[in-house]
RNA sequence: GGACCGGUAGCUCAGUUGGAUAGAGCAUCAGCCUUCUAAGCUGAGGGUCAUUGGUUCGAAUCCAAUCCGGUUCACCA
């Protein structure tokens, strides 16, 4: 039991005893004590005040004096200041705490609870390398999968690879048109890089030849167009005149964004696109053929990627499988009354009740679209698994997508369909602004580790404190901290917040960063291995004279918060707590550690104290690190 | 226009079941390495918590309105 609820439970007792009537903990407030007051914890009195109609004063006093009579060993002391009641723990309590638990790697961590949860992350397309908002994603998916087996669930990682669709066939057609059978062996470059490099190259023709409609559009040549398409360009153009008199600047660049979203649609290229797509469908073998082979050159990139950076995945699923899942389903919702037909044969559900719109299930042509595919493939994993919960991390954008899935998926009846989550998260910006792909901003995955990485090595070189290392070792090391660096960097901000990008900070070593607590432990490890060498030390109980420094306390205060913010984390789906809760532990060992020394303790008592508060620290690091993917060194 | 998210120090971020004088890192300035690793520690300056009103013993936190920024509302995925 957390000491918070302890402190709860005697305040409880104690005013029932005094008072004669029943108190919740609901009725009052405890929290940490300032540190500009005495004492450990405070028990806020203004709620009680209200109760029992009595001073601040006074109900503390009687309060303060039945807690200090009724657990001696527990509560040492009180004072009372403007309503505030600031209890003091015993020594002997945190002392406790620690020979009880600082030999315990999986301190904080929870048994087994028997439910099973399913994380979805990462999920790539198969037509360009990751970039830093995938990384985003990946450590926070990774990262919540470990705080929930933490918390005692089942965890299953999963991940869709998007691998299908026309954004697939632009890069497959790129390739056709000009690689004259390169490949990735051919040329050196990795695979994923090497596919998006084609698409690329798709993208400039496309803006090239659409921008040549365009020219002739502002010359009044619509010979281009044809059908349906003509008549709405005849529409938007129009528009735009009766606009340019009214000079709504905002109007008018809408309606040029669609003329240009327009003439883009009705290109050569794109119609190429689109027939490879039907083909692809229609399982053209040469077709077939080329996008097989395109895509495992991505997944070879991507492989090497995953690797690095430490993503995996316990089940992977292909959108190719998947994108005629809801097929089944679209029957059932009719039967169920959930959907409904239109009288063009498209099939609808009506989320008005809701708050939303109506939201098409299947066109009228009897395909999928989108969302059907995310229905049938949600319903496959709790057959599959039998999940308790699903939890999907992806990007904020896709908000208002995710809560009509969820929503469908409660209509339709599916077990704990109650029980999805989308863990949207924030965009990553840039200090200049937010990454454009177009506009080549964006900063590649594979770049920013090997980055991040050179930078270590330059920093610990620079330091020269392991020039004994290996080749082995010292690789080991700046992957440990490169990587470190960076997960700490984009997981220690809330995930739904947009977060910004600073190269120069997130390249900075030094305050609230993974090096920072990386150091903070290879610091203690010197320490006890130093000891352990000199005289290897028995564990035992530990009994103290001399009352425990402030300095010593703060880092006990912060141990035993830990198994708290490990809940908190899992509860709120949130890696940041972790970070900065692992952050407000290594300070505080960082203070104690520049004021009193462990091996040259003032006592035998003390030394031994010191010990176990170091191990201990050491120990929660380590696995409240893990728990956010980064490794810690014993050296560096 | 509707819905959702955000606005806290020069910058990046904590702090929301309402609590004492709003915190941290970076940056700036001033100190600390013959003593367990200075990737560290100690201290200083820096704030109308977007604005206005309300609720109450008490509001960054709750409510309302307004302003600013973002996302979204496709027979695209």
Same mark, same amino acid.
């Given at each position: 039991?957390?000491?918070?609820?302890?402190?709860?439970?005697?305040?409880?007792?104690?005013?029932?005893?005094?008072?004669?009537?029943?108190?919740?903990?609901?009725?009052?407030?405890?929290?940490?004590?300032?540190?500009?007051?005495?004492?450990?914890?405070?028990?806020?009195?203004?709620?009680?005040?209200?109760?029992?109609?009595? #001073?601040?004063?006074?109900?503390?006093?009687?309060?303060?004096?039945?807690?200090?009579?009724?657990?001696?060993?527990?509560?040492?002391?009180?004072?009372?200041?403007?309503?505030?009641? %600031? *209890?003091?723990?015993?020594?002997?309590?945190?002392?406790?705490?620690?020979?009880?638990?600082?030999?315990?790697?999986?301190?904080?961590?929870?048994?087994?609870?028997?439910?099973?949860?399913?994380?979805?992350?990462?999920?790539?397309?198969?037509?360009?390398?990751?970039?830093?908002?995938?990384?985003?994603?990946?450590?926070?998916?990774?990262?919540?999968?470990?705080?929930?087996?933490?918390?005692?669930?089942? *965890?299953?990682?999963?991940?869709?690879?998007?691998?299908?669709?026309?954004?697939?066939?632009?890069?497959?057609?790129?390739?056709?048109?000009?690689?004259?059978?390169?490949?990735?062996?051919?040329?050196?470059?990795?695979?994923?890089?090497?596919?998006? !490099?084609?698409?690329?190259?798709?993208?400039?023709?496309?803006?090239?030849?659409?921008?040549?409609?365009?020219?002739?559009?502002?010359?009044?040549?619509?010979?281009?167009?044809?059908?349906?398409?003509?008549?709405?360009?005849?529409?938007?153009? *129009?528009?735009?005149?009766?606009?340019?008199?009214?000079?709504?600047?905002?109007?008018?660049?809408?309606?040029?964004?669609?003329?240009?979203?327009?003439? @883009?649609?009705?290109?050569?290229?794109?119609?190429?696109?689109?027939?490879?797509?039907?083909?692809?469908?229609?399982?053209?073998?040469?077709?077939?053929?080329?996008?097989?082979?395109?895509?495992?050159?991505?997944?070879?990139?991507?492989?090497?990627?995953?690797?690095?950076?430490?993503?995996?995945?316990?089940?992977?699923?292909?959108?190719? !499988?998947?994108?005629?899942?809801?097929?089944?389903?679209?029957?059932?919702?009719?039967?169920?009354?959930?959907?409904?037909?239109?009288?063009?044969?498209?099939?609808?559900?009506?989320?008005?009740?809701?708050?939303?719109?109506?939201?098409?299930?299947?066109?009228?042509?009897?395909?999928?679209?989108?969302?059907?595919?995310?229905?049938?493939?949600?319903?496959?994993?709790?057959?599959?698994?039998?999940?308790?919960?699903?939890?999907?991390?992806?990007?904020?954008?896709?908000?208002?997508?995710?809560?009509?899935?969820?929503?469908?998926?409660?209509?339709?009846?599916?077990?704990?369909?109650? %029980?999805?989550?989308?863990? #949207?998260?924030?965009?990553?910006?840039?200090?200049?602004?937010?990454?454009?792909? @177009?506009?080549?901003?964006?900063?590649?995955?594979?770049?920013?580790?090997?980055?991040?990485?050179?930078?270590?090595?330059?920093?610990?070189?620079?330091?020269?404190?392991?020039?004994?290392?290996?080749?082995?070792?010292?690789?080991?090391?700046?992957?440990?901290?490169?990587?470190?660096?960076?997960?700490?960097?984009?997981?220690?901000? !809330?995930?739904?917040?947009?977060?910004?990008?600073?190269?120069?900070?997130?390249?900075?070593?030094?305050?609230?960063?993974?090096?920072?607590?990386?150091?903070?432990?290879?610091?203690?490890?010197?320490?006890?291995?130093?000891?352990?060498?000199?005289?290897?030390?028995?564990?035992?109980?530990?009994?103290?004279?001399?009352?425990?420094?402030?300095?010593?306390?703060?880092?006990?205060?912060?141990?035993?918060?830990?198994?708290?913010?490990?809940?908190?984390?899992?509860?709120?789906?949130?890696?940041?707590?972790?970070?900065?809760?692992?952050?407000?532990?290594?300070?505080?060992?960082?203070?104690?550690?520049?004021?009193?020394? *462990?091996?040259?303790?003032?006592?035998?008592?003390?030394?031994?104290?010191?010990?176990?508060?170091?191990?201990?620290?050491?120990?929660?690091?380590?696995?409240?690190?893990?728990?956010?993917?980064?490794?810690?060194?014993?050296?560096?």
């Amino acid at each position: 039991m957390s000491i918070v609820s302890t402190i709860q439970q005697s305040v409880t007792e104690s005013l029932s005893a005094l008072f004669s009537q029943k108190f919740t903990e609901k009725d009052f407030q405890v929290s940490e004590t300032k540190p500009e007051f005495e004492g450990d914890y405070t028990i806020v009195m203004f709620s009680l005040v209200k109760l029992l109609k009595l #001073s601040p004063d006074s109900i503390g006093n009687r309060l303060g004096e039945k807690l200090v009579a009724d657990h001696p060993d527990f509560i040492t002391g009180f004072n009372i200041i403007k309503g505030f009641l %600031n *209890v003091s723990i015993a020594d002997n309590y945190w002392i406790s705490l620690l020979s009880k638990n600082h030999g315990d790697e999986n301190y904080g961590r929870r048994s087994p609870n028997g439910q099973k949860v399913m994380v979805e992350y990462s999920s790539p397309n198969t037509n360009k390398p990751l970039h830093l908002g995938h990384l985003r994603n990946n450590f926070l998916g990774w990262s919540v999968a470990e705080i929930y087996k933490a918390n005692g669930f089942e *965890v299953i990682k999963s991940c869709i690879v998007n691998d299908r669709g026309i954004h697939i066939c632009k890069s497959m057609l790129a390739w056709k048109k000009y690689a004259n059978g390169a490949t990735p062996e051919s040329t050196g470059i990795k695979g994923d890089h090497f596919v998006g !490099d084609y698409y690329v190259r798709f993208e400039d023709d496309l803006k090239a030849e659409s921008q040549v409609l365009i020219n002739k559009i502002k010359l009044a040549d619509l010979s281009d167009f044809s059908g349906a398409e003509l008549l709405k360009l005849e529409k938007l153009l *129009v528009d735009l005149t009766k606009l340019d008199e009214i000079k709504d600047e905002e109007k008018i660049n809408k309606l040029h964004g669609e003329i240009r979203e327009l003439s @883009r649609a009705c290109t050569s290229v794109i119609a190429e696109a689109k027939q490879m797509l039907l083909d692809w469908e229609d399982g053209k073998p040469e077709v077939i053929e080329l996008w097989k082979k395109m895509n495992s050159w991505v997944y070879a990139g991507f492989d090497v990627t995953y690797k690095k950076i430490g993503s995996d995945f316990d089940r992977i699923y292909y959108e190719s !499988d998947t994108y005629l899942l809801g097929k089944n389903i679209v029957h059932q919702g009719l039967e169920k009354g959930v959907f409904f037909k239109k009288d063009d044969g498209s099939t609808w559900i009506d989320l008005t009740a809701e708050g939303l719109d109506e939201k098409i299930v299947q066109r009228r042509d009897g395909t999928s679209v989108y969302i059907t595919q995310d229905i049938g493939l949600a319903l496959q994993k709790y057959e599959q698994y039998k999940i308790d919960q699903s939890i999907y991390v992806i990007g904020n954008e896709q908000i208002y997508h995710m809560k009509v899935l969820k929503l469908i998926c409660e209509k339709l009846g599916m077990p704990n369909a109650g %029980n999805i989550f989308h863990l #949207s998260y924030g965009m990553v910006e840039l200090t200049t602004g937010k990454m454009k792909s @177009r506009e080549g901003t964006v900063v590649d995955a594979d770049e920013l580790v090997d980055e991040m990485v050179a930078t270590s090595k330059q920093l610990t070189e620079e330091l020269g404190k392991v020039k004994d290392f290996n080749e082995d070792d010292l690789k080991g090391l700046y992957d440990t901290l490169g990587l470190g660096a960076m997960k700490f960097y984009l997981l220690r901000v !809330d995930p739904k917040k947009t977060m910004v990008f600073n190269p120069a900070e997130s390249i900075d070593f030094h305050g609230f960063t993974g090096p920072f607590v990386q150091y903070t432990y290879a610091r203690i490890k010197s320490i006890l291995r130093k000891i352990a060498d000199a005289e290897p030390v028995p564990d035992q109980d530990i009994k103290i004279n001399s009352p425990l420094f402030k300095l010593e306390k703060d880092v006990i205060i912060n141990l035993e918060q830990y198994p708290a913010a490990l809940e908190e984390a899992c509860i709120e789906h949130n890696p940041s707590i972790i970070a900065n809760y692992i952050f407000n532990l290594a300070k505080s060992f960082n203070s104690l550690y520049t004021e009193h020394s *462990v091996a040259n303790a003032e006592s035998e008592e003390k030394k031994q104290l010191r010990i176990q508060l170091a191990g201990m620290t050491a120990n929660v690091i380590k696995s409240s690190m893990a728990l956010l993917g980064i490794r810690v060194p014993e050296r560096m």
